[in-house]
């Protein structure tokens, strides 16, 4: 079992930097492509950034593609998302996921809680 905790959520201005976390604890996520995902109110899930086991092959939405970065360090068993010059908008819950397999858009199996981002204008 993948367990999945995020961290450094919080509120910030617009333009303002922001980098989240997920570890995992348990068993190590070796293997497991991971994403970020985030929700806001009244509106769907999106896949933001995944980023691939082997070789760290990325994927990012049109939405965040230039201002955010995914990244790992699998030794400490981490994934962090890099955000640059937040906007209003980039305002949700923000959610990290892991799963089996090459395809990185879809499948997700493991979730995190989910951790606030708040963007002020």
């Known amino acids: 079992q993948v367990q999945l905790v995020e961290s450094g959520g919080g509120l910030v201005q617009a333009g303002d930097s922001l980098r989240l976390s997920c570890a995992s604890s348990?068993?190590?996520?070796?293997?497991?492509?991971m994403g970020w995902f985030r929700q806001a109110p009244g509106k769907e899930r999106e896949l933001l950034a995944a980023?691939?086991?082997?070789?760290?092959?990325?994927y990012y939405a049109a939405s965040v593609q230039g201002r955010f970065t995914i990244s790992r360090d699998n030794a400490k068993n981490t994934v962090y998302l890099q955000m640059n010059s937040l906007k209003p908008e980039d305002t949700a819950v923000y959610y990290c996921?892991?799963?089996?397999?090459?395809?990185?858009?879809?499948?997700?199996?493991?979730w995190g809680q989910g951790t606030q981002v708040t963007v002020s204008s």
């Open positions: 996921a892991a799963k089996s397999g090459a395809v990185l858009t879809n499948g997700y199996s493991y």
């Open positions: 348990g068993r190590t996520f070796s293997g497991y492509a």
């Open positions: 980023i691939s086991w082997i070789h760290g092959r990325t």
